[in-house]
T-cell receptor, first 114, second 112 residues
Framework: AAGVIQSPRHLIKEKRETATLKCYPI?????VYWYQQGPGQDPQFLIS???????DKGSIPDRFSAQQFSDYHSELNMSSLELGDSALYFC?????????????FGSGTRLTVV | AQSVSQHNHHVILSEAASLELGCNYS??????LFWYVQYPGQHLQLLLK??????LVKGIKGFEAEFIKSKFSFNLRKPSVQWSDTAEYFC??????????FGAGTRLAVHP
């Protein structure tokens, strides 16, 4: 079965650079969630989109922005990268925002800022 | 605000021992409850979930969890762990059209 696809799997950037992470949800899922998981930490909610509109916002820095496109894929744009942005970024998708299928997660993008 | 508390940060067991990981949540409305497992270097995988009905939920790999509304708890159990269960386990809660809120996680190490 198709899963949540994230790209790239690994990304190395220098401080003050920009990065774009992509997330392709499970077909027919209309809700996407972004999480940041620092080393040894629990996933922290960043932002979510339902039917291409922002549905909720968590601890997302102002340097980050995101959107959901007409095909329901989502992109997380990160600017002025800092060392502390190094983390695993997960995307999850669900249908209708209720997560009845358990919010299926992608494999994540591991971002390293040097 | 929603919050999730996992009592044990690190658990070490021998194979065949029984496992119980505690999870308490704080939320004023109807909640959906989840347990996820994260193997080293991998993404989160759903073990089981509770929305309504029978408070005893059975998941994959022999795991189960019991929702006790009066205690705001959703503890994860497994009668006999295996070395392959070594992973980090996250309890999570969501309410309605809402994101998942995760607990801090419990690192389980199972020794042969």
């Amino acid at each position: 079965a198709a899963g949540v696809i994230q790209s790239p799997r690994h990304l190395i950037k220098e401080k003050r650079e920009t990065a774009t992470l992509k997330c392709y949800p499970i077909p027919r899922h209309d809700t996407v969630y972004w999480y940041q998981q620092g080393p040894g930490q629990d996933p922290q909610f960043l932002i979510s989109f339902y039917e291409k509109m922002q549905s909720d916002k968590g601890s997302i820095p102002d340097r980050f922005s995101a959107q959901q496109f007409s095909d329901y894929h989502s992109e997380l744009n990160m600017s002025s990268l800092e060392l502390g942005d190094s983390a695993l970024y997960f995307c999850a998708s669900s249908l209708g925002g209720r997560g009845r299928d358990g919010y299926t997660f992608g494999s994540g993008t591991r971002l390293t800022v040097v | 605000a929603q919050s999730v508390s996992q009592h044990n940060h690190h658990v070490i067991l021998s194979e065949a021992a029984s496992l119980e990981l505690g999870c308490n949540y704080s939320y004023g409305g109807t909640v959906n409850l989840f347990w996820y497992v994260q193997y080293p270097g991998q993404h989160l995988q759903l073990l089981l979930k509770y929305f309504s009905g029978d408070p005893l939920v059975k998941g994959i790999k022999g795991f189960e969890a019991e929702f006790i509304k009066s205690k705001f708890s959703f503890n994860l159990r497994k009668p006999s762990v295996q070395w392959s269960d070594t992973a980090e386990y996250f309890c999570a809660v969501s309410g309605g059209y809402n994101k998942l809120i995760f607990g801090a996680g419990t690192r389980l190490a199972v020794h042969p």
